[in-house]
């Protein structure tokens, strides 16, 4: 390892193929050392929190024991910490050093109900219906808690000014928790955001995201006997039904990026009671946030029109509104230099025949082909960046901050999203390798900008860029507080 502070942006970003060879000398910072070593150092611990976190498998708003262990390891290293941020008791912020720059790092910790799986090649509930970590969100707390505490032991060692934090963010999976902290001004301070997934490959995160609505219309209508007095009644269920028709007839006329999704959450007690109550669950999608305002808004036209068909009353409730992610290159070209120069892991024999039964399931089911097992290997940025169909609660961060962030190959090649196959594979030593890449990779990333401000400059530069006709607006009425559950 040569001691010297690193190659130019211009040559990141002149790189030009897909995946890299192993053809460059990695050159590190004497604090980028100590920050690695230090990964290495509490790796075991750092499995052991992935592991704590993985058998818990919380859900959303309610992370307790996950957020309170994340939150004792950061104050054991004398970070800082802050809990119950905009009003979420598993929220926090944990903060070392001081002045700038300030450098934020995000950790999610919540699981999907229903998902519950041993570290086995076969559908295996846990604990039969309970939730399980099938977006990989216990590594993803854990990854970034090692990397906050390796540069934090790199900033005590070497001197380095500027403030590191980790930012416990819960509820992503309903895009509530970073949404609400960012309406709350919480990042807004932060020179660079720093964030990461557990994945299928290791690449920087480039492209966007879809922006995303989530709200429940509830009709009002009059219980009658369905039966014997139907005229005295109005249905509820009538009105969901109604808006949904309508929804349906009007994906036709929206851009193909856009997406409508709904589930009925209350469709009455009994058929033979005219349904006094009912409610419908919509998440409304896009590429831009500018279409969801327009398409949410033609949403809410179709629910008043179908209230007033079924003579019932209507009420909205806006449970969240997530922007878009802001991509930024320079920030994306750093991570991609970083992670090639640190390499990634290698995966043995064993883990590979792991993946391969993982993957044997949806060979046979639909046939699938999986030309590899496990995606080693380093990608480069696509020159045109494509956006992610999901969303995430990142977007609102990036539209404050410039943000960058990355994907480690923790879980078989190609494996679906939110499936057992992900539960299983993040809580084997599959997903540890990728977690203890990740930490590096962030570790390496925030100290590369704290000793080179013209990196900052850069990123903020190329946001500023982009932001420039943007307006943050959100359906979210003001002073709104976040749910306090889920459903
Ligand atoms: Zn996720």
Aim: glycine share 8%; charged share 20%.
């Amino acid at each position: 390892m040569r001691l010297q502070t690193t190659c130019s942006l211009s040559m990141i970003l002149f790189l030009s193929s897909h995946v890299f060879a192993d053809e460059t000398q990695p050159d590190f910072t004497d604090p980028q050392i100590t920050a690695i070593a230090h990964v290495e150092k509490i790796s075991n611990e750092l499995k052991q929190v992935n592991q704590s976190i993985w058998e818990w498998a919380e859900v959303g708003l309610e992370e307790r024991k996950s957020s309170r262990l994340l939150q004792s390891k950061l104050t054991a290293a004398g970070f800082k910490v802050e809990t119950g941020l905009a009003g979420m008791p598993t929220a926090f912020v944990a903060s070392f050093g001081s002045g700038k720059p300030v450098i934020g790092i995000l950790a999610e910790y919540d699981a999907l109900p229903g998902l519950s799986q041993k570290i086995s090649p076969q559908r295996e509930a846990a604990e039969e219906g309970k939730p399980g970590h099938a977006c990989g969100h216990s590594g993803l707390g854990t990854g970034a808690l090692g990397a906050a505490l390796a540069v934090r032991q790199a900033m005590e060692q070497h001197g380095l000014p500027g403030t590191i934090r980790l930012y416990g963010t819960p509820a992503e999976e309903t895009v509530i928790g970073k949404v609400y902290m960012t309406l709350d001004g919480v990042f807004d301070d932060l020179d660079i955001c720093l964030h990461w997934h557990p994945g299928t490959k290791n690449e920087a995160w480039s492209g966007s995201s879809k922006a995303l609505v989530s709200a429940k219309f509830t009709f009002h209508g009059t219980a009658a006997h369905a039966s014997v007095s139907p005229a005295s009644g109005r249905s509820a269920l009538d009105g969901v039904e109604l808006m949904n028709v309508a929804a349906n007839f009007m994906r036709e006329h929206i851009k193909e990026d856009a997406r409508l999704h709904y589930v009925i959450v209350d469709g009455g007690g009994a058929p033979n009671v005219v349904a006094p109550q009912a409610t419908v669950w919509y998440f409304c999608r896009a590429d831009s946030h500018e279409d969801t305002e327009y398409n949410f808004r033609w949403l809410n036209d179709i629910a008043e029109a179908a209230a007033k068909m079924s003579r019932t009353r209507l009420t909205v409730k806006i449970d969240t509104d997530c922007h878009e992610v802001i991509p930024n290159s320079p920030l994306s070209a750093l991570i991609t230099t970083i992670m090639q120069k640190i390499g990634a892991p290698k995966f043995t024999d064993t883990e590979m025949a792991f993946a391969r039964r993982l993957q044997e399931p949806l060979v046979a089911q639909f046939g699938r082909q999986f030309p590899l097992a496990i995606d080693d290997r380093i990608h480069r940025v696509a020159a045109i960046p494509r956006a992610s169909k999901g969303s995430t609660d990142v977007g609102d961060i990036s539209w404050r901050v410039p943000t960058g962030g990355l994907r480690t190959a923790c879980l078989p090649a190609e494996s679906p999203g939110h499936s057992w196959q992900n539960v299983a594979s993040i809580g084997s030593s599959i997903g540890e390798k990728g977690i203890i890449y990740s930490s590096k990779i962030l570790a390496v990333t925030a100290i590369e900008l704290m000793q080179r401000r013209e990196l900052i400059a850069a990123a903020r530069s190329d946001w500023q860029t982009r932001m420039k006709d943007k307006k943050y607006f959100s359906f979210i009425p003001d002073g709104q507080q976040p749910p306090k559950k889920i459903r």
